[in-house]
Every structure is written in C-alpha cells, then in structure tokens.
C-alpha cells in the first residue's frame, strides 16, 4: 500500500534535547512538507522541500532543521532552539507543487 | 503567515441534518482544498477543486469554487455520526507564495445523535 509513514506516534524529550521525526513515503511524491498543529489551531508550515537536495523555509522555521538526502525521506529536527516545541508535527507530500497533499498520521511531541 | 478566514469554528447539531461552511481570503486562489481530520490523526483529502465556479461531489459531500477566487463553500447534507470532525479548508494562492498551501482554522463539527 501507497502512503506517508510518520514515527514515532508520540515522543516525549526533555528540554534543552534536540529530536529528529520521521516521515518517509512511498508515493513517487517530488515535494514533502512538514507541519506544525497546536490544539484548537489550522496547520502552519515549517519547511517544505520541491526536489531532492533542496528546501526552503514556511512561515515558521526558526528553531527546525530538515534534510531531503531522499525523495522517499524528509526528516525533521526540533532542536533546542525552538522556545515551544510541544505539539502536533504532521508531514505531508504531493506529486509536484502544493495541490493535493497526503498527509501522515503525524507525531505527537511533548517536552518535558 | 497568511491563513484563511474559515467559518463557523465550530458547529453543533442534530444528526440528519445539512451542514455549511466556508473559507474567505482577500487574495485570488488558484486551487481550493478541503480536509477532514479526526482527532490524533493527520488530515485527510476530501475534495479538490480547480476552477472558479466549479461544484465538485464526494457522496453527500459537495464543495463550491466561488465566482470570485476568494472563497470557497463545503456542504454535507444528512449529516451521520462519523461526520465528526475538524474539517479544514486550505488554498493555492496565486503569485508570491504559490510553492505553499494556506490553510484556514478549521470548523469543528459536532453531532448530537
């Protein structure tokens, strides 16, 4: 079956620890994203990448880090930069630009 | 970032009946999209749409297009249980900022059986 695998489903960090979440998929998909959704909020985008070996920032990056070293693969970072990092982090992909994204089933994070 | 002005935030109702919604922007679309998400998972697509004007079905789901570009309108008519849900609306804007999907608050829909 085609789809976006997120891991782990929750993850639990102390401050101060940075801590990288999976997305892979298995779609063929050229552009992932990744999403941040705090409770009662829509989703704002961290970063997102089009091809390979490139990415670009969203709206709030600061505090992430990702690689795409894979078409299949977009990891993210949350390091310990990021004031607020406890939330629900959901990656996504689509065949090219931005229409039609598949979303995973997303990591819930919590700092402790 | 830019999000969109989705509307009601959140609904409550009585099983069997219709429901509406809608996304605004002051800035013309390209595409609009609409999301359903259960609670604890990722969203999942339910319509696309890619003309203005356009008026698209998913079973007892239907999404309009506006005339406009800047809005775009999601019925469900006989609502049933596993209609609960936030459901998301989220555009392709044209020009600056066409690499990226915006996306509205959501409409948190609740169902009294």
């Known amino acids: 079956d085609g789809g976006i695998t997120q891991s782990p489903k929750y993850l639990f960090r102390k401050e101060g620890q940075n801590v990288t979440l999976s997305c892979e998929q298995n779609?063929?998909?050229?552009?992932m994203y990744w999403y941040r959704q705090d409770p009662g909020q829509g989703l704002r985008l961290i970063y997102y990448?089009?091809?390979?070996?490139?990415?670009q920032k969203g709206d709030i990056a600061e505090g992430y880090s990702v690689s795409r070293e894979k078409k299949e693969s977009f990891p993210l970072t949350v390091t310990s930069a990021q004031k607020n990092p406890t939330a629900f982090y959901l990656c996504a992909s689509s065949i090219g630009g931005p229409n039609e994204q598949f979303f995973g089933p997303g990591t819930r994070l919590t700092v402790l | 970032g830019q999000q969109l002005n989705q509307s009601p935030q959140s609904m409550f109702i009585q099983e069997g009946e219709d429901v509406s919604m809608n996304c605004t922007s002051s800035s013309i679309f390209n595409t609009w999209l609409w999301y359903k998400q259960d609670p604890g998972e990722g969203p999942v697509l339910l319509i696309a749409l890619y003309k203005a004007g356009e008026l698209t079905s998913n079973g007892r789901l239907t999404a309009q297009f506006g005339i406009t570009r800047k809005d775009s309108f999601l019925n469900i008519s006989a609502s049933i249980p596993s209609d609960v849900g936030i459901y998301f609306c989220a555009g392709q804007r044209m020009g600056q900022g066409a690499q990226k999907l915006v996306f509205g608050q959501g409409t948190r829909l609740t169902i009294n059986p």
């Open positions: 779609l063929n998909h050229d552009a």
């Open positions: 990448s089009q091809i390979v070996n490139d990415f």
